[in-house]
């Protein structure tokens, strides 16, 4: 999770006002930075680390923006964030780009970044506003029920592999969509049929999915 812009300069500025019009607050890291980052940190927007990059900035981040000035750094940043999982955003190189910054999609704690390996933006853009739609019927609540249950199998078994078992289980049993079409306590019974083939749970225990997430 997460985003992190490196670079201080009017382009990280500018990507940085695209990002926060999108609902991120990113980190951004450099020694030096714009008055204007200075407005948007003070107004709370983002978080301001005034010092030289390194590589322990992009660990566990989901999303990297490399905004210097300096080509070379820029890219040895893409190839750091890349090693540890995370997307990447090289000002003016739509070839090491896996996203580009208005191609991102959000509903609460879900970020999706679209990718067109640069060859087209403007379809990038078209794509995300699509996945936008469909995460603004009502994906964060989905989220937050997966989580519930996440929580719910964590407090009932300690194997992982058992754990990994019934997630594929209730993948298989099309959870999300019957959480889509018909609500928490339909969900709730798919629940408890693939928990209970794998270890016990009591109603009590199944009772706190019943409220996790919203139905639209």
Known sequence: GGCVVVGGGEEAEFKVEILTSLGVAPLVVSPRV???????ESAGDVEIRL????????A?????????DDEELNRRIAADARRVGAMVNVVDDASESDFIAMALARAGDI???VSTAGRSPAFASALRDRIQNLLD?????H???????RELLLGITEDFRQRVRIWRE????SLLEVLERDGREAAREVVRGVVSKHVEVSAAELDGLSGAGQDE
Do not use: K
């Open 170 to 173: 209730l993948t298989a049993a």
């Open 60 to 68: 566990g981040v989901g999303l990297v923006v490399a905004a210097t």
């Open 143 to 149: 989220l937050e029920y997966f989580a519930a249950v």
């Open 111 to 113: 970020t999706v970044a």
């Open 34 to 40: 714009t008055p204007g980052l200075e407005r948007m």
């Open 137 to 141: 019927t009502g994906f964060a609540e």
């Open 51 to 58: 010092e030289e990059y390194a590589v322990a900035v992009v």
